[in-house]
């Protein structure tokens, strides 16, 4: 079992960057892969990106590459997702997500969760 913590949101201007990151209890953080989705308010949750347990493998949805970049440091148990030329669609809780083989993009796929921290990005 592997408990997942958010930080890191805020408000940000249009153009802006921000970073969120999730630190992960136990000692086997390595052993998951891990992802992002976000959830806008009245939308359904969506995936953003996954990571691979080395970090060697990443995934990005559509909308979201070039400017996303996710990233993870197995030596402090955290997963970042960097996020670069953000616009107001980008605005929504973002979640951690994290799965022993692989973070799919199907939300109820996804046996892990973190509780959410809200990204806003002002026009």
């Known amino acids: 079992q592997v408990q997942l913590v958010e930080s890191g949101g805020g408000l940000v201007q249009a153009g802006g960057s ?12 390595s052993s998951y892969a ?6 806008a308010p009245g939308k359904e949750r969506e ?17 979201v ?14 997963v970042y997702l960097q996020m670069n030329s ?4 980008d605005t ?7 799965d022993r083989v692989w973070v799919t993009a199907t939300p109820s796929a996804v046996h892990y969760w973190g509780q959410g921290t809200q990204v806003t990005v002002s026009s």
């Open 18 to 29: 921000l970073r969120v990151s999730c630190a992960a209890s136990g000692r086997t953080f």
């Open 34 to 39: 891990m992802g992002w989705f976000r959830q």
């Open 47 to 63: 995936f953003v990106a996954a990571i691979s347990r080395s970090g060697g493998s990443t995934n990005y949805a559509n909308s």
């Open 65 to 78: 590459k070039g400017r996303f970049t996710i990233s993870r440091d197995n030596a402090k148990n955290t």
């Open 86 to 89: 953000l616009k107001p669609e």
């Open 92 to 98: 929504a809780v973002y979640y951690c997500a994290a």
